[in-house]
Nanobody, 127 residues
Framework: QVQLVESGGGSVQAGGSLRLACTSS????????MAWFRQAPGKEREGIRE????????????VYADSVRGRFTISLDSAKNTVYLQMNNLIPEDTAIYYC????????????????WGQGTQVTVSS
């Protein structure tokens, strides 16, 4: 099974930037898309993860949550099996555990439903 490993989380002040990276252990034919989700503090028990940014592997289409559009950019380096999330102009509401995900079906409007998850990386934004 594909394994996803995230890196790049940390603490930053409001207005700052971070770049997350997620490397997949292998490039499988069945993986059609990648995405970043996040789980805000206090939401762990509810199991709610918000889809932040999604990218299709074939056409490179992207889908963003309204809360991050214009501030976050998702990109894919297929040669390295790595997906990135560039986060600019961070605000305290962006504080969360960020999870990388891979999916087998791409949707032009919904993005990438997750089939495989990474372990998560913490992002903390202070005011």
């Amino acid at each position: 099974q594909v394994q996803l490993v995230e890196s790049g989380g940390g603490s930053v002040q409001a207005g700052g930037s971070l770049r997350l990276a997620c490397t997949s252990s292998e490039d499988t034919y069945s993986t059609k898309c990648m995405a970043w989700f996040r789980q805000a503090p206090g939401k762990e028990r509810e199991g709610i993860r918000e889809g932040v940014a999604h990218i299709g592997k074939v056409g490179g289409g992207t889908v963003y949550a309204d809360s991050v559009r214009g501030r976050f950019t998702i990109s894919l380096d297929s040669a390295k099996n790595t997906v990135y999330l560039q986060m600019n102009n961070l605000i305290p509401e962006d504080t969360a555990i960020y999870y990388c995900a891979a999916g087998t079906t791409w949707h032009d409007y919904l993005g990438c439903p997750a089939n495989t998850w990474g372990q998560g990386t913490q992002v903390t934004v202070s005011s």
